[in-house]
């Protein structure tokens, strides 16, 4: 049997330019996860599968995603960060590359993951900022969102927040840390958890966005959560404004650590 070594990477995109992460059986459907193992299969000169921390929906964006994959030959740290992006598109890059033990799973060594959440608000949407952020008209409350966001901390039932196709066996996750701060021009909404179930941070701004408009008090988010019904939440916010921008590993096994988010704020 081939010794293989088991390598980790840090990988950043914009979500605009694909759909999603996932690769799909249509070669045709562009994926982040898709043209990464090109990239990486042409300097393996192997097949290359990887595995990743969290499965971004179309239009989300990374700063923070984490990988890993087999290889019969390691390159060295250089080449499969420079190597490998000279073969990607623009919109993906390698942040950094370590070899990680064989017990390292870049999906189930993981503590956390961290998502930020990007609203402007006013009448005009900024231009520059196309598909990276979620334009309101309205003005915001930032304290009432923060207020309602605490009602979700903790272990709960997130039924309520949860897409109708999710195939998650459970719908309970614990938030660790949820915040909602005003940023310059942008309020951001910063939640961490163990794991998300699929739409979960989007239908947590869609619901905090009507508490901050002022369309719902803050309890509102509590008597959601505790209904376990999906219908009596609000709309799922864009996914224009989300970006995953963290993953937590234990120390030991010693992966870098970068500035959390997206360079504009």
């Known amino acids: 049997m081939t ?14 330019a694909f759909h999603g992460w996932q690769r799909q059986s249509a070669p045709a459907i562009a994926t982040v996860q898709a043209a990464l193992e090109q990239a990486l299969s042409r300097v393996a000169d192997q097949p290359i599968s990887v595995n990743c921390a ?8 990374g ?19 420079r190597g490998t992006n000279s073969h990607l598109p623009a919109q993906v890059r390698v942040q950094w ?18 998502y930020r959440y990007i609203i402007h608000t006013g009448a005009i949407r900024p231009a520059a900022l196309v598909q990276q952020i979620t334009h309101v008209k309205e003005m915001l409350d930032v304290a009432w969102m923060h207020e309602a966001g605490q009602h979700l901390l903790g272990e709960n039932d997130f039924s309520a927040f949860r897409a109708a196709g999710c195939q998650s066996r459970t719908p309970m996750r614990c938030i660790n840390e949820l915040s909602v701060t005003r940023q310059r021009r ?15 941070v ?4 869609g619901a905090l966005i009507e508490v901050g408009a002022g369309r719902q008090s803050p309890d509102w988010v ?14 799922t916010a864009r996914p224009d404004g989300l970006y995953l921008v963290n993953v937590t590993y234990p120390k030991h096994f010693a992966l870098p650590e970068l500035p959390l988010g997206p360079c504009f704020l």
């Open 222 to 235: 509590r008597q959601v959560l505790a209904t376990r019904d999906r219908t009596q939440n609000a709309v």
């Open 186 to 200: 942008f309020i951001v909404l910063e939640v961490e958890a163990n794991a998300f179930l699929l739409h979960m």
């Open 97 to 114: 590359a370590r070899a990680v033990p064989d017990d390292f799973h870049a999906r189930h060594s993981a503590l956390s993951r961290r």
């Open 63 to 81: 700063t923070g995603q984490v990988v890993h994959f087999e290889s019969a030959i390691d390159r060295g740290e250089k080449a499969w960060i």
């Open 202 to 205: 989007r239908n947590i701004a």
């Open 3 to 16: 010794a293989t070594t088991r390598i980790a990477l840090g990988v950043e995109y914009n979500g605009a």
């Open 54 to 61: 969290g499965r971004t929906d179309a239009g989300v964006h």
